[in-house]
């Protein structure tokens, strides 16, 4: 899964920075060396941008902009690549999750080459500014992943790797607040994976439909009032076929 994942997106190791990477990575001085890592974590994702309004917190993000850097010398390259491997990872372990949570490995398969890659992965993958979708997501995994163990059993490791999880996906992006959903997963695959009550939101499908409920109270009527009037009439038709046969 890890091999097939990047597959679509190996053509963009030979792109170079586009967009918001000429503001984030190559006129920031704070990412262009390790020693001002710390300072990352002291202010927003787009400080010192005037023209930018948006208040964000990735700190994380922003260090592994750092990384990239250091190791590469600021060829767009090597942070082609680190977002290649880094989708890499999060396709095996979202694979790992449906697997546990549908006991289904094709179907988990199926789905994962789906999800890594449709269209919509262009610009995470192949943007290197996307990288934060792409972090967010491996720390949901993580977590879960750490939920399971520790439901398992191993419950220092399940906590190091749920906790681990949880930072990484709030330090890279805000969508990480989605991951107390896919923790619940989690714990509803290890149990007893009770069927859904749909009963609830099948009746209210119903009433919306042109024919039921909806239809109903458009033209000013109660929803049940032309069933009741239909029984009425069947009543009464059978109370007269019920009397001719008497007299006859």
């Known amino acids: 899964m890890a091999a097939l994942a990047p597959l679509p997106f190996v053509e963009s190791l030979g792109g170079s920075f586009?967009?918001?990477d000429h503001l984030l990575i190559e006129e920031p001085a704070s990412v262009h060396s390790l020693g001002r890592v710390a300072e990352l974590w002291q202010s927003e994702f787009w400080h010192?941008?005037?023209?930018?309004?948006?208040?964000y917190l990735r700190p994380l993000v922003s260090t592994s902009y750092a990384i990239d850097w250091s190791v590469w010398q600021g060829h767009p390259f090597g942070f082609h690549l680190t977002n290649l491997c880094v989708h890499a990872l999060v396709a095996l372990l979202l694979y790992a999750s449906l697997c546990r949570w549908s006991d289904a490995p094709l179907g988990a398969l199926l789905a994962t080459l789906a999800w890594a890659w449709h269209p919509s992965k262009v610009e995470a993958v192949a943007w290197i500014s996307g990288r934060t979708d792409l972090l967010c997501a491996l720390g949901v995994l993580v977590a879960c992943a750490g939920v399971h163990r520790r439901l398992q059993g191993a419950r220092a490791e399940g906590w190091a790797l749920e906790a681990a999880g949880l930072f990484v996906a709030l330090a890279s992006k805000e969508h990480g607040v989605v991951a107390p959903a896919f923790i619940a997963m989690e714990a509803w695959a290890h149990g007893e994976r009770r069927p859904l009550d749909l009963g609830p939101m099948t009746s209210f499908v119903d009433a919306l439909r042109p024919s039921g409920g909806f239809g109903h109270l458009r033209s000013g009527h109660r929803p049940n009032q032309g069933g009741?009037?239909?029984?009425?009439g069947a009543r009464a038709r059978a109370g007269s076929c019920t009397a001719a046969r008497n007299r006859s």
């Open 48 to 55: 010192g941008l005037g023209a930018i309004h948006f208040r």
């Open 18 to 20: 586009v967009y918001d």
């Open 228 to 232: 009741a009037a239909a029984r009425a």
